[in-house]
Nanobody, 129 residues
Framework: VQLQAYGGGLVQAGGSLRLSCVAS????????MGWFRQVPGKEREFVAA????????YYADSVKGRFTISRDNAKNTVYLQMNSLKPEDTAVYLC???????????????????????WGQGTQVTVSS
């Protein structure tokens, strides 16, 4: 599956952005989707994950209550709505996919980048103070 992320940009602290990641090449509804972020010189950080149906989601503590992950399987797209943005949210945001419909231990499994076999290119999000 090929992944293409969109929607990054420059926003002031307290503002909002919505990222989109469009998938092509395979049956999108078979995939767990995740968002990660990376700052140069630091390890890639988990942000959020959503199961194949959208019925299960999981968030990093740092974004819980501010970010919302969702998906539209008819449009082969996963979204990340980011509200109340902070300067520390500045990063390249990447979407990832893994073929799975197994709900077991969803959060612990899909917060790990090693669980994802497919990655898109990133989109830069910059939050100014």
């Amino acid at each position: 599956v090929q992944l293409q992320a969109y929607g990054g940009g420059l926003v002031q602290a307290g503002g909002s952005l919505r990222l989109s990641c469009v998938a092509s090449g395979r049956t999108f509804s078979n995939y767990v989707m995740g968002w990660f972020r990376q700052v140069p010189g630091k390890e890639r950080e988990f942000v959020a994950a959503i199961n194949w149906s959208g019925g299960m989601t999981y968030y990093a503590d740092s974004v819980k209550g501010r970010f919302t992950i969702s998906r539209d399987n008819a449009k082969n797209t996963v979204y990340l709505q980011m509200n109340s943005l902070k300067p520390e949210d500045t990063a390249v945001y990447l979407c990832a996919a893994e073929s799975s419909k197994n709900p077991a231990n969803f959060g612990n499994r899909y917060s790990l980048e090693s669980q994802y076999g497919y990655w898109g290119q990133g989109t830069q999000v910059t939050v100014s103070s």
